[in-house]
Structures are given as C-alpha cells and as structure tokens.
C-alpha cells in the first residue's frame, strides 16, 4: 500500500490534469458555439450534426466534472485520515515515553535492592569468616595437653557452631530484616504493576486497527525487551539468559 502523503500527491496531479482538459474542452466549447452561430444559414443535417456534438461534449464535460468531485473528495478523506493517523503516533509516542519512565524507575529500585542485598550478603561473609577466625585462635590456645581428653564431647560441638554462627546471625536486627522483606515486596508489586500496564498497552494497540504494522511491531518488540530487562533484573541475572 501507498503513502498517504504520495496518494495524496497523485490525486493532486490527476485533479490539475482534468482541470487541464476541462479548461480545454471549454474552449473547444465556445469555438464550436461561435461556429454555430456563424453556420445559422447551413443546412439542417449540418446543424444536427452540431447539435450532437455539443451534446456529447456537454457529457463529457459532465462525467469530468463529477469525477473531479469525487476525487477531491477522496482528497478530503485522506487528509483526515492522515491527521488521525498522526495524533495516534503522537498519542502511542507519550505513551511509550511514559513507560519508558516508569521502566525505569523500577530498574533504579531494582539496582538499588540488589545492591544492598550484595552489601549484606558481603557484611554476613565478612562476619562469618571473622567469627571462624577467632573460632580456631580460640581453639588453639584451650588447646589441651597430649593425653587429655582431645576431643569435645558431642553435646559441645553443637554449642561450638552455635556459636560460631550466632555473631553472624546478630550483625542485623529483626527491624533490618522487616525493612529487606517490605523492599522486596515493594519492588515485587512495582514490578506486576509495570507488566500489566504493558500488557494493557499491548492490548489496546494490537486492538487498533489504523495502526500501521510496522509501528505495531516496533511497539511490541518493544515491550518485549523491556519486559527481559525487568525479568534479568529481580532474578540478578544477564539479559541474555533471562531470555
């Protein structure tokens, strides 16, 4: 199918054309008037003759005429379709502008979560290895002499990993840990409330049936690449392979 502007284009040309020959068969038309009046004396067969002549011009000028009518107004419907056609592509183009924004928004919660959650995934091992280090310089200097006893009793050890495993389980509270489950949450819900929106979106454009297919599927390889960006970003993989 054609441009809407270049069909617009051809009919213009075609309607300066037939005003063209419409001029010229005008012109025709006022010779053959002062023909008629000139030829009054001639026979009857001869002004017959005229008479159909101008009756066919007469036609010919008619259909031209209608003819042009109705090309412009195709011109006229064209026109408002492509005016319409615009303020839909303005209309999808906020609209992506405005997902594009809250994408982005929750990729910037995202980071910000995945970051913090590295920090304290570092903090914990940090900790661990300092509780382990202190585990053994502790162990080494109650140490016992050859023939005592060297090994703990069973009920020890147990006591001996707990407490190893406390210090690292006491570096956050249980107000720090609350605030890591309602972040994530949050981030959660921002997360089904970005899909649905693109999900509609994706709706109302696959609806619309004036919409060009090259802007549609622009539009949902779109959608679908931001959608891969949020999936790679909760499960803290590469965009690749949450694809």
Known sequence: SQDPEQRLWEAERRERALHGRLACLEEQNRQLLGQLAESQSQEDSTARKEREVMLRLKEVVDRQ???LRAQAHEIVCKSRDTEALQE????????NEEL?????????????????????EAAILQSQRETSRRSRTALERQQPEPGVEGALSP?????????????????FSKEELQQILQE???????LFLVQEELAYYQRELLNEERIPSFFLDAMKSNIKKQRKKIRAKMLGTTEESAS
């Open 65 to 67: 005429r209608d003819e």
């Open 184 to 190: 994530r949450n949050e981030l959660k819900t921002n």
């Open 100 to 120: 594009r924004h809250k994408v982005a928004v929750v990729q910037a919660q995202l980071k910000s979560a995945l970051e913090q959650k590295s920090d304290l």
């Open 88 to 95: 839909q592509l303005h209309r999808f183009m906020a609209m």
């Open 155 to 171: 009920s020890e050890e147990p006591q001996q990993q707990d407490g190893d495993r406390s210090p690292a389980h006491c570096c």
